[in-house]
């Protein structure tokens, strides 16, 4: 069972550099979303999605976007990376109900230089 | 803005001791879920509470849901080293479905 796929896994970048990060589910889930671990601040909200060819931002979006072409799949950008965007980033998919269980990835882990 | 207050942020204990942590808002929650994370993977579910006074049991972890709905513990008896990990509360809003999660709190269990 696959669930929920990132890549890649690990990333150095250069300040400025730009990157894609994917994540692919395989639930057939409606919502998917993007967070962000730092230390001592649990996971803070990028971007999600509802559906299909939807997207919303979260609590921290400035830096980065996000695109949603298919169901499965939800892209996060970072256009012009910055130091302050070295995280953990961890997406995850839950079906359409109110609090439903997310499903999380593997996290992504980036460093920018 | 809607925070989940979660102490203690470290806790370091010997085996066999117990242990409780809390998640504490201002805010009202339609329902909480605790989410358990070790390194190097995301975090997994491990139990949601919806009902204010809901007590769920899990082997010998226990969960109680505040009566106000605002509030939540997590109570392990007799930690085992396998309970080692960060562990996560979130809280879900009438709001598509985001979650509001805690600092988390990083539990280490010594042999």
């Known amino acids: 069972n696959a669930g929920v796929t990132q890549t890649p896994k690990f990333r150095v970048l250069k300040t400025g550099q730009s990157m894609t990060l994917l994540c692919a589910q395989d639930?057939?889930?409606?919502?998917m979303y993007w967070y962000r671990q730092d230390p001592g601040m649990g996971l803070r909200l990028i971007h999600y999605?509802?559906?299909?060819?939807?997207?919303a931002k979260g609590e921290v979006p400035d830096g980065y976007n996000v695109s949603r072409l298919k169901k499965q799949n939800f892209l996060l950008g970072l256009e012009s990376a910055a130091p302050s965007q070295t995280s953990v980033y961890f997406c995850?998919?839950?079906?359409?109900?109110?609090?439903?269980?997310?499903?999380f990835g593997a996290g992504t882990r980036l460093s920018v230089l | 803005t809607q925070l989940l207050e979660q102490s203690p942020q470290f806790l370091s204990i010997q085996e066999g001791e117990n242990l409780t942590v809390y998640c504490n808002s201002s805010?009202?929650?339609?329902?909480l879920q605790w989410y358990r994370q070790e390194p190097g993977e995301g975090p997994v579910l491990l139990v949601t509470?919806?009902?204010?006074?809901e007590v769920k049991k899990l082997k010998r972890l226990t969960f109680q849901f505040g009566d106000a709905r605002k509030d939540s513990s997590l109570h392990i008896t007799a930690a085992q080293p396998g309970d080692t990990g960060l562990y996560l509360c979130?809280?879900?809003?009438?709001?598509?479905?985001?979650?509001?999660f805690g600092q988390g709190t990083e539990l280490s269990v010594k042999p």
């Open positions: 995850a998919s839950s079906y359409v109900r109110l609090g439903g269980i997310q499903y």
């Open positions: 639930m057939n889930h409606e919502y």
């Open positions: 999605s509802v559906g299909e060819g939807t997207t």
């Open positions: 805010s009202v929650f339609s329902s």
């Open positions: 509470v919806v009902t204010g006074g």
């Open positions: 979130a809280g879900a809003n009438n709001q598509g479905g985001k979650l509001i």
